[in-house]
């Protein structure tokens, strides 16, 4: 668990803070690999993390519901976080939506963490690394994308790292909170019910934003694939 900590608040530290090393920073050096992460997380949710959920489950109608509450949680905390859960940056925010900002990225962010201290299988080395892999991957652009809009609003650097800092300590958080927690399997299955849709939000409306003109990009259809090919590697592994 120590190990996965220090992963998570370094990546998205050091993911944050590479902003101040970028001339350009509008974060376009995050585009593919936001393309490629979206289809990794799309994958494992749907080639392991959903059979997993609906084989063992009692009452699949519930599953679903609860699928589907974590869908559109995630829709409404993208109305305070304007997308930066995938990339966005905006740089005419408000205090109060500079809060709200920080606020829902925390709350996706704990629901995370919280996923990493209970692994939906047996195999429990394997799937935590697995579903890890996934969440840094969309973190990054995330951390990057907040330290842009607070850089934007703050001309000092104390409240932009201050925030990021906070982002970079939910997800840990969130997994000590949880393993120290004695919850039952019941609860450990709506929780990765929950957090799958928000996931599925999330790599869906990468999808759709990455080819906003519905062009053929080969590009984007090769990192597409490619995230899908390193899902089915890692499941075999």
Same mark, same amino acid.
């Given at each position: ?15 944050? !803070?590479?902003?101040? &090393? %970028?001339?350009?920073?509008? $974060? ?37 519901? !609860? ?15 304007? $997308? ?58 995330? &951390? %990057? ?10 001309? &000092? ?7 990021? &800092? ?72």
């Amino acid at each position: 668990m120590i190990q996965n900590i220090i992963i998570l608040l370094l990546t998205t530290f050091l993911a944050g !803070v590479s902003f101040y &090393a %970028f001339k350009e920073k509008d $974060g376009a050096f995050f585009k593919a690999p936001l393309v490629f992460a979206g289809s990794y997380l799309f994958s494992i949710t749907i080639i392991h993390i959903l059979p997993e959920l609906f084989s063992d489950a009692e009452e699949p109608y519930k599953i679903g519901t !609860v699928l589907l509450i974590g869908f559109f949680l995630q829709f409404f905390l993208e109305h305070f976080s304007a $997308g930066v859960e995938h990339g966005h940056i905006h740089s005419n925010s408000s205090s109060s939506q500079s809060i709200g900002l920080i606020i829902s990225l925390c709350i996706h962010a704990l629901l995370e963490g919280a996923l990493l201290s209970h692994p939906s299988s047996s195999h429990e080395k394997h799937e935590t690394q697995t579903i890890l892999f996934g969440i840094i991957l969309h973190k990054m652009p995330a &951390a %990057f994308a907040l330290i842009a809009i607070m850089s934007s609003k703050y001309k &000092a650097r104390t409240i932009p790292l201050i925030s990021l &800092a906070i982002f970079s300590t939910m997800s840990p958080l969130g997994l000590i909170l949880s393993k120290s927690m004695e919850f039952n399997s019941e609860y450990v299955t709506y929780l990765f019910a929950l957090v799958s849709g928000s996931f599925l939000h999330i790599s869906t409306t990468i999808f759709v934003e990455s080819n906003p003109g519905h062009k053929t990009d080969f590009k984007k259809i090769g990192l597409i694939l490619l995230g899908v090919l390193a899902a089915l590697l890692v499941e075999g592994l």
